[in-house]
């Protein structure tokens, strides 16, 4: 069974950091890309960010872009997200998801339960 469970998101003052953890198990973790996505209160599912399946290979949203780093240890089967200068509009949920491309698209098979991120003075 594919179980990803996401920790470390919690309460931070603008221009902080956290770091996301997603420990995942139930599949070959070193075969999959990994992403995170978020949803922020009363919006829809924004992708942040996506590492391909050796960690060599990243890609992120313009909104995180130079300020969040996604990167992998797949020797312990974890995807993190270490999140700088962070501001209020960054408060979501946070969720990792396995991904694949499809066509062309980014897709998600899996996802985690989800951690909350809130930027707040």
């Known amino acids: 069974e594919v179980q990803l469970v996401e920790s470390g998101g919690g309460l931070v003052q603008p221009g902080g950091s956290l770091r996301l953890s997603c420990a995942a198990s139930?599949?070959?973790?070193?075969?999959?890309?990994m992403s995170w996505v978020r949803q922020a209160p009363g919006k829809g599912l924004e992708w942040v960010s996506i590492?391909?399946?050796?960690?060599?290979?990243?890609n992120y949203a313009d909104s995180v872009k130079g300020r969040f780093t996604i990167s992998r240890d797949n020797a312990k089967n974890t995807l993190y997200l270490q999140m700088n200068s962070l501001k209020p509009e960054d408060t979501a949920v946070y969720y990792c998801?396995?991904?694949?491309?499809?066509?062309?698209?980014?897709?998600?098979?899996?996802w985690g339960q989800g951690t909350q991120v809130t930027v707040s003075s």
């Open positions: 998801a396995k991904s694949f491309v499809l066509a062309g698209a980014r897709k998600f098979d899996y």
């Open positions: 590492i391909n399946n050796g960690g060599d290979s990243t």
């Open positions: 139930g599949f070959t973790f070193s075969s999959y890309g």
